[in-house]
Each structure stands twice: as C-alpha cells, then as structure tokens.
C-alpha cells in the first residue's frame, strides 16, 4: 500500500523560507511521478510543482522563480523548497503520487494528509 507522509510545514513571516518533505513508501520502484498541491479554505486545490521519474520539473506561474522542487529517489523522498514566501502562499500543502504524469492537475491516484503554511504578513 502506498503511503504519502508531509512535513516540515509550519509558520514564517512574508519574505521567509519553508522546506517541506514527503516521504512516500509502498510504492514498487521509482518511476513515479510526484507534485506538490495546495489548498486555501474555500478555495479549490491548485498544483504548485510537479516532477516526473526522470526529473522533468513543471511548476504553477504563481511561484516560479520562488519555490524549487526536488526528488531523492533513494530515500523515496519529495521536496519543495520555498523561499520568499508570501502571504498568498498560506494553505495546506499536499503532495501526491501517480506512474501517471499528471503535471499540476490534481489526478494523481495517492495523496498524503497534508502539511499547514502560514505566512504572515
């Protein structure tokens, strides 16, 4: 079974660093593709980064130049690195798993539970 654990989120002020991680197990071998999600209350989940098995990066225009995403394929695990965060950045942060390469559209077959951003201002 395949299993998606977040971390690393929490609170920063505008202008501040977060480097979020997730671990994904269960899943056979590693070309899988992987994408960073995010979700503001009353707003829909919008794709933030994504990367396929053969580090292929795509990212959201909302946060180029801002935040980078990264895989360590031997320790099965998932990255996003942002900087200069804003305000707007504040949700839940997702990441997500599929063999399927769904870029930043929210389709992918395994999800985790999630990891909280707040920025404030």
């Known amino acids: 079974q395949v299993r998606l654990v977040e971390s690393g989120g929490g609170e920063v002020q505008a202008g501040g660093s977060l480097r979020l991680s997730c671990v994904a197990s269960?899943?056979?071998?590693?070309?899988?593709?992987m994408g960073w999600f995010r979700q503001a209350p009353g707003k829909g989940r919008e794709g933030v980064a994504a990367?396929?098995?053969?580090?292929?990066?795509t990212y959201a225009d909302s946060i180029l130049g801002r935040f980078t995403i990264s895989r360590d394929n031997a320790n099965n695990t998932l990255y996003l690195q942002m900087n200069s965060l804003k305000p707007e950045d504040t949700a839940m942060y997702y990441c997500?798993?599929?063999?399927?390469?769904?870029?930043?559209?929210?389709?992918?077959?395994?999800w985790g539970q999630g990891t909280q951003v707040t920025v404030s201002s």
């Open positions: 997500a798993a599929d063999s399927i390469d769904w870029g930043l559209t929210p389709q992918y077959n395994y």
């Open positions: 269960g899943y056979p071998g590693t070309r899988y593709c």
């Open positions: 990367i396929t098995w053969y580090d292929m990066a």
